[in-house]
């Protein structure tokens, strides 16, 4: 071990050594690792290793091809075997309901390229003798599932990082981490103290105890997990090749071929935490006692499904334990507040994923930029709340209980609920408000007035709810709809200093005091970092606008971009709240609860100011989602229901309806306006969204400016988002469905929703410039289904955009 690295990585697991290996493969050789035992001594060494591509999240799909095909290269690399199996894997559908929702993935899967496929009970059961066909009525077949030798993997990665220069340091624990003035990391270690310019927390099932070294709390823990392993069956003793994995989605099991016998796992829905604070420190590499008896039902299921397995011994159970976060996917990444601390860790498949771990991790430590959409997997994509002991154990139960369980695009589950509720949670709640969550925030999605017996199916197609949307939506396009904004991102931004570092922090001009603007934020890829809307307070205060679940990363990235003192940053999103108010009744609304001027000569479209509306002191900002004249109104939270109960008393009498998230879907389909997440991302540049449109290119320097040119001047970007209007399925689209123009893939879904007023179901897409220069008609899958679809030259509701500004 030298006195100084550049990098020390914590933890040599899949997910250590893959770090190691992307960071000298890019050229930093003066790294090392860390490890307080052997290499794979935590979760890794008792691993199934089965890996997969496919996952909810496309992006993190896509990062999980790139980690099978790098395992031949670290193979050839470092010349030590990983064991790779690649026999494909069929994952089952037993009842119509996976059989559709199989259906739908594997159009998401085109998208991909993937190259998964449907295949039929009898192929199936062709293919996997010992697979009982009772209920099969199909399968998605994917054919880069297989399984690896853990303890190959984890040492061809570091085989492969040392042939590169890197150091590999063996039964040495880190015990202390601190932060040096330069920003750097003092490492005490059992054997001597380190300097590194950087810190990789690694520790998987210690993880959470190396970020108490810092100070922080990662929402991560470790819970139980069994396999066991069989004798020889006869069928596979008799077959030539190896038989493909299987995934039995309603048994809660998988299977894949292990010599001669089998490895059979199970996601029981009664899972178990094991050490949440993290293992202990003299943890070796033991297993845990197995729980037949809690994991009995699902077992039942699995030899029901899997007959053979009744008539011969089980050669091995393993009980082990890894991470999980509360939404099943791993913690990367720079730690806001921290400089020069990352995180790889929360990794429940470390063999499906580690290698995109390491090659984003790497990207990202040396051109500060991950080089991809990662924000499934950034640690910054929570907020402290996720670590919250209570929180982060019921979602990480429901996780695991639910990982094989469809999960519908209408269906919000119970889990760490609710915690944070705006003011006006129980009238919302009282008037029939059904709620989802953002970032812990109670949202509502639709209300169902005078029907508190109304239960909403969970649906791939148009639910039960879709007649409540559409009062909403009606009520909004002729009278007005409240929406709670509870879930906006705001910050302050003030100070002498601010209005220069906004111009370069933003691709548009600031507005004048009393506008508003739109203002793409970009990388220095062009890439999009935000979507905001900036009001201008007084000439050096400002308020910025985005999306609530975005506050840990955006603040991360102002903080990163901060050139020095004469700026302050407040994080306005919990202590400030609203409504928006839209709708051609919204002015004699706004007008009933003020004695200011609200004419469009005192507050016209883009203009902000400050009234008394009510009893609340206000920020009156003239905007709207819904392409209706509108305004949102923030005041201090505790101003919030007062608020509420004002805008209600006025605006009911002229036909205001409180509406949510469903209905501003609907109505900003209609104008093909886009959000982030879905149409805005880091995967796409402001050319592809459609959000050039507010750069001001001849403003001067800005983030992102040249890379913006240069795709300008280039000839624009090869994709663009357009809206289509689909042919009628009784569903319709939810993001990453294939387009298509005959048998060419010209595109994807972004979003999609039914337009209630238009009466038309719509999505917006991101399609090759082609077609979009000389639109054709084109097809969608819809539920699984190729549906016919066209490209809208125009938004189908107000299409000069009349009304906002009337
Ligand atoms: C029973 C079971 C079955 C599984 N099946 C699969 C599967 O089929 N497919 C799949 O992809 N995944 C599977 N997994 C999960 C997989 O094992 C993990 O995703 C993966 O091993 C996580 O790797 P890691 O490197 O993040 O963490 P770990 O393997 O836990 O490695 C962390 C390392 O950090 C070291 N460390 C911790 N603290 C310190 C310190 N202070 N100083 C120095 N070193 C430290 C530890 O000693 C350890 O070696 C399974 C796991 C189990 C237990």
Redesign the pocket.
């Known amino acids: 071990m030298k006195s100084h690295y550049r990098v020390v990585v914590?933890?040599?697991?899949?997910?250590?050594?893959?770090v190691l290996y992307h960071l000298a493969k890019r050229g930093w050789t003066d790294i090392a690792l860390?490890?307080?035992?052997?290499?794979?001594?935590?979760?890794?060494?008792?691993?199934?290793?089965?890996?997969?591509v496919l996952n909810d999240d496309p992006n993190v799909a896509a990062l999980q091809s790139y980690t099978i095909k790098l395992y031949a290269e670290i193979e050839r690399e470092s010349g030590q075997n990983v064991g790779m199996h690649m026999p494909g894997g069929y994952s089952l559908a037993t009842t119509p309901a996976r059989w559709e929702w199989l259906k739908a993935e594997a159009a998401i899967y085109e998208t991909l390229g993937i190259g998964a496929r449907l295949a039929t009970a009898e192929e199936i059961v062709a293919d996997c003798p010992i697979v009982d066909p009772t209920g099969l009525l199909g399968g998605l077949f994917d054919p880069h599932e297989g399984?690896?030798d853990?303890h190959g993997t984890?040492h061809a990665f570091a085989g492969a990082a040392k042939k590169r220069g890197a150091d590999v340091v063996l039964r040495?624990?880190?015990?202390a981490l601190t932060a040096l003035p330069d920003g750097g990391w003092r490492l005490d270690?059992e054997h001597g103290s380190v300097t590194a310019g950087h810190v990789v927390n690694?520790?998987?099932?210690?993880?959470r105890?190396?970020g108490a070294?810092v100070g922080i709390d990662l929402p991560l823990t470790p819970m139980?997990?069994?396999?066991l392993i069989t004798e020889d069956l006869p069928e596979l003793v008799a077959r030539r090749g190896e038989m493909p994995c299987v995934t039995d989605l309603e048994g809660f099991t998988?299977l894949?071929q292990e010599r001669k016998g089998v490895?059979l796992?199970v996601y029981e829905r009664n899972p178990k935490h094991w050490k949440t604070e993290?293992?202990d420190?003299d943890?070796g590499m033991e297993l845990l006692p197995e729980e037949i008896d809690r994991i009995g039902d699902e077992l039942a299921i699995g030899f029901a499904r899997f007959p053979s397995l009744q008539r011969i011994g089980i050669r091995k159970w393993?009980?082990?334990?890894?991470?999980f976060t509360p939404d099943g996917n791993?913690l990367v990444g720079p730690v806001p507040g921290l400089r020069n601390y990352w995180t790889?860790?929360?990794?429940?498949?470390?063999?499906?994923?580690?290698g995109a771990?390491g090659l984003v991790l790497a990207n990202w430590m040396v051109d500060g930029d991950p080089g991809a959409d990662i924000f499934g997997m950034d640690v910054a994509r929570y907020g402290s709340f996720a670590s919250n002991d209570k929180y982060l154990r019921d979602m990480t139960a429901q996780f695991y209980a639910r990982r094989f369980v469809i999960a519908y695009p209408n269906e919000e589950l119970p889990a760490g609920r609710p915690l944070k509720m705006t003011p006006s949670y129980d009238a919302q709640k009282a008037a029939g408000a059904r709620f989802g969550v953002v970032w812990g925030m109670e949202t509502p999605q639709y209300f169902a007035p005078r029907r508190p017996d109304f239960v909403e199916e969970p649906s791939l197609r148009r639910s039960n709810a879709h007649p409540f949307v559409e009062a909403e939506v009606a009520a909004t396009r002729t009278a007005a709809g409240l929406l709670d904004t509870g879930v906006y991102g705001r910050y302050e931004v003030s100070g002498p200093g601010s209005a220069t570092w906004l111009e370069r922090l933003l691709a548009n001009r600031l507005p004048a005091v009393g506008k508003l603007r739109l203002a793409p934020m970009l990388a220095p890829s062009g890439k999009l970092m935000g979507d905001l809307t900036v009001a201008r307070l007084a000439p050096d205060r400002f308020w910025l606008v985005g999306s609530y679940h975005l506050q840990q990363w955006h603040l991360r990235w102002f903080h990163d971009q901060l050139p020095g003192s004469g700026i302050a940053i407040e994080n306005l999103s919990e202590s400030w709240l609203g409504f928006s108010l839209s709708g051609p009744r919204s002015r004699d609304i706004l007008a009933r609860l003020t004695r200011a001027d609200v004419s469009d000569a005192a507050l016209p479209f883009l203009g902000c100011r400050r009234l008394d509306i009510g009893l609340t002191q206000a920020w009156v900002a003239r905007l709207s989602l819904t392409g209706e004249l509108g305004y949102e109104i923030t005041v201090p939270a505790s101003e919030q229901r007062a608020l509420y109960d004002a805008l209600l008393e006025h605006g009911t009498p002229l036909g205001m309806k409180p509406i949510g998230m469903r209905a501003q879907d609907s109505l900003r389909l209609e104008k093909g306006y886009g959000v982030w997440s879905l149409e805005f991302a880091q995967s796409y540049t402001a050319a592809m969204a459609g959000l050039d449109r507010f750069i001001a290119f001849d403003k001067g320097d800005f983030i992102g400016r040249e890379a913006a040119l240069a795709e300008r001047d280039g000839g624009g970007p090869s994709q663009r988002l357009v809206l289509l209007a689909i042919d009628d399925a009784g569903a319709d689209v939810t993001g990453f469905e294939p387009v298509w123009a005959g048998n060419r893939k010209v595109g994807f879904v972004t979003s999609g929703a039914y337009g209630h007023h238009v009466k038309q179901s719509l999505a917006l897409a991101y399609l090759t410039r082609a077609i979009t220069e000389a639109p054709a008609p084109v097809e969608v899958h819809v539920v699984g289904e190729r549906r016919p679809a066209r490209i809208l030259a125009e938004p189908p509701y107000d299409p000069k955009g009349l009304k906002p500004r009337s």
């Open positions: 914590v933890g040599g697991g899949i997910v250590g050594t893959s860390i490890e307080r035992s052997e290499l794979t001594a935590g979760s890794t060494w008792h691993a199934a290793a089965g890996f997969h399984a690896l853990p984890t040495n624990r880190v015990v270690t690694a520790a998987g099932l210690w993880a105890r190396v070294m139980q997990h069994h396999y998988y894949q490895l796992g993290g293992a420190w943890y393993v009980n082990g334990a890894f991470t791993p790889a860790c929360g990794c429940m498949s470390g063999f499906s994923q580690g771990i």
